[in-house]
Antibody, heavy 119, light 111 residues
Framework: EVQLVESGGGLVQPGGSLRLSCAAS????????MSWVRQAPGKGLEWVAN????????YYVDSVRGRFTISRDNAQNSLYLQMTSLRAEDTAVYYC????????????WGQGTLVTVSS | QAVVTQEPSLTVSPGGTVTLTCASS?????????PYWFQQKPGQAPRTLLY???KKHSWTPARFSGSLLGGRAALTLSGAQPEDEADYHC???????????FGGGTKLTVL
């Protein structure tokens, strides 16, 4: 069974940093593109970033490029999102997802972790 | 960046049929946008119903189907059930499936 478990969310001040993690199990992690998607309170979904199965390609939505970094550790079956220079508008539930995009697609989701940017 | 548009809200009667659509500001939606449809109920994570336009997961009820219709991606629900009341989000891929844009979501009411 595919399982994706996010962690690392919490309250952070504007301008601060946070690192989200996603622990994957139930599938061969190193074979799949992975994504981060977020959802601000009461709003729709927003794709944030993708990373290729080997980490060799990374893509970002314009609003986070230069501030967020997606990475992965295939030996640890883990996906990460390093977030810096956080803004109030980054407040959202952040979801980890498997193969939303890339060479093969089917779309498995984690349960999400809440990030709140506030002073 | 492309803008993806969905109907903000729709209502369907129990047992009825409804079609939700997903349009791209860049032109006609094609299979190369690898359209997705997700269902999300209050307080829950999204769940993938359809991917690559019309492919279903094992958990996708048979009453949901996907297609391309009039230059848009479409989700058709035939025989709506009360438990289908939810938000439905579409996702289109761009740049050879390297980047994605979600629609704003459709709030579906079964009434």
């Amino acid at each position: 069974e595919v399982q994706l478990v996010e962690s690392g969310g919490g309250l952070v001040q504007p301008g601060g940093s946070l690192r989200l993690s996603c622990a994957a199990s139930g599938f061969t992690f190193r074979s799949y593109w992975m994504s981060w998607v977020r959802q601000a309170p009461g709003k729709g979904l927003e794709w944030v970033a993708n990373i290729k199965h080997d980490g060799g390609e990374k893509y970002y939505v314009d609003s986070v490029r230069g501030r967020f970094t997606i990475s992965r550790d295939n030996a640890q079956n883990s996906l990460y999102l390093q977030m810096t220079s956080l803004r109030a508008e980054d407040t959202a539930v952040y979801y980890c997802a498997r193969d939303l995009m890339g060479a093969t697609r089917s779309g498995y989701w984690g349960q999400g972790t809440l990030v709140t940017v506030s002073s | 960046q492309a803008v993806v548009t969905q109907e903000p809200s729709l209502t369907v009667s129990p047992g009825g049929t409804v079609t939700l659509t997903c349009a791209s500001s860049t032109g006609a939606v094609t299979s190369g946008h690898y359209p997705y449809w997700f269902q999300q109920k209050p307080g829950q994570a999204p769940r993938t119903l359809l991917y690559d336009t019309s492919k279903k997961h094992s958990w996708t009820p048979a009453r949901f189907s996907g297609s391309l219709l009039g230059g848009r991606a479409a989700l058709t629900l035939s025989g709506a059930q009360p438990e289908d009341e939810a938000d439905y989000h579409c996702l289109l891929s761009y740049s050879d499936a390297r980047q994605g844009v979600f629609g704003g979501g459709t709030k579906l009411t079964v009434l």
